[in-house]
């Protein structure tokens, strides 16, 4: 009877082994190393701030002017032309960058920069509205809009260049009324 289980068990262990060969080589053949390549790109573009204007004065404009205009509506006079300073390390595209601008405005003005003044002496229903130097016609889209490309990009590829721009006043609400005006814009390039 030993000798039967000796055998048994031997022959159960013989018969057993191609089952583990197929095992192990079905472990083999469902894993493989793939190996991952990439790069990272620098920004093309950056805006050198040194060289930017951070502060930029508007003359003083009579409040009939504004009040004459159409709500939403800018004046060429006493507009204010500035300038971003900015250095590619090399050739930009629209394809590689959008240009970006943010700033604190209302819903039936969208496109206008309300008056940041909270003093009682503050102008009311008069804004900032921003153009392109490319195109006057045209107010900047502020939140969310992005600066048409054709704007910038051949003036970014000659190297450390500027981008110019046009500030305005703009008729904000109904009624206009006179006193201190200000206001901030965020620029900034979004990398695609």
């Given at each position: 009877m030993t000798l039967n289980k000796n055998v048994l068990a031997g022959a159960l262990a013989l018969s057993l082994l191609p089952v583990a060969g197929m095992v192990h080589a079905d472990d083999?053949?469902?894993?493989?190393?793939i190996q991952f390549n990439g790069s990272v790109k620098a920004p093309t573009c950056t805006i050198n701030d040194s060289d930017t204007d951070h502060s930029v004065n508007l003359t003083e404009i009579n409040q009939a002017k504004v009040a004459a205009l159409t709500t939403g509506q800018a004046t060429a006079e006493n507009q204010q032309r500035f300038h971003l300073s900015v250095n590619c390390a090399e050739k930009a595209s629209a394809d590689d960058l959008t240009l970006t601008i943010d700033g604190h405005t209302d819903g039936s003005t969208p496109n206008i920069l309300t008056n940041a003044s909270t003093d009682a002496a503050s102008a009311k229903g008069v804004g900032f509205?921003?153009?392109?130097?490319?195109?006057?016609?045209?107010?900047l889209q502020v939140n969310g809009g992005v600066v048409p490309s054709a704007d910038y990009i051949d003036r970014l590829n000659q190297g450390n260049g500027s981008i110019n721009f046009v500030v305005e006043y703009a008729k904000q609400d109904a009624?206009?009324?006179?006193?201190?005006?200000?206001?901030?814009?965020?620029f900034a390039f979004t990398y695609k």
């Open positions: 083999a053949a469902s894993s493989v190393e509205e921003l153009f392109s130097e490319q195109d006057l016609a045209t107010p009624t206009v009324s006179a006193g201190a005006l200000t206001s901030n814009a965020t």
